[in-house]
Nanobody, 125 residues
């Protein structure tokens, strides 16, 4: 089993920044893509970002307009989501996820078998 634990959520101000972290442990694969999804209130879970094992491939939801950046530290089994220029519509529970793959960054929920418990992000205007 793979365990994923998100942290760094909380209250952010519109126009401000937050950084989410996700720690992976357990039966970590030798190489894996890590992704971020979010679920706004009363909405479906949606893709946010995904980053490949070597960090040379990263995908982002078009709706983010370049405000979010994902990075990772493989030595620490960590992935990060830097969120800038926060907007009230960024309010959601943010989930970290992992897929055993090397050079792809899937954007569909069904592609990812392991998920964290999520961390709440709220943005005040």
């Amino acid at each position: 089993q793979v365990q994923l634990v998100e942290s760094g959520g909380g209250l952010g101000q519109a126009g401000g920044s937050l950084r989410l972290s996700c720690a992976a442990s357990g039966r970590i694969f030798s190489s894996y893509t890590m992704g971020w999804f979010r679920q706004p209130p009363v909405k479906e879970r949606e893709f946010v970002a995904a980053i490949s094992w070597s960090s040379d491939i990263a995908s982002y939801a078009d709706s983010l307009e370049g405000r979010f950046t994902s990075s990772r530290d493989n030595a620490k089994n960590m992935v990060y989501l830097q969120m800038k220029n926060l907007k009230p519509e960024d309010k959601a529970i943010y989930y970290c996820t992992v897929k055993n793959t090397i050079n792809s960054t899937p954007t569909y929920i069904s592609e990812y078998p392991y998920w964290g418990q999520g961390t709440q992000v709220t943005v005040t205007s």
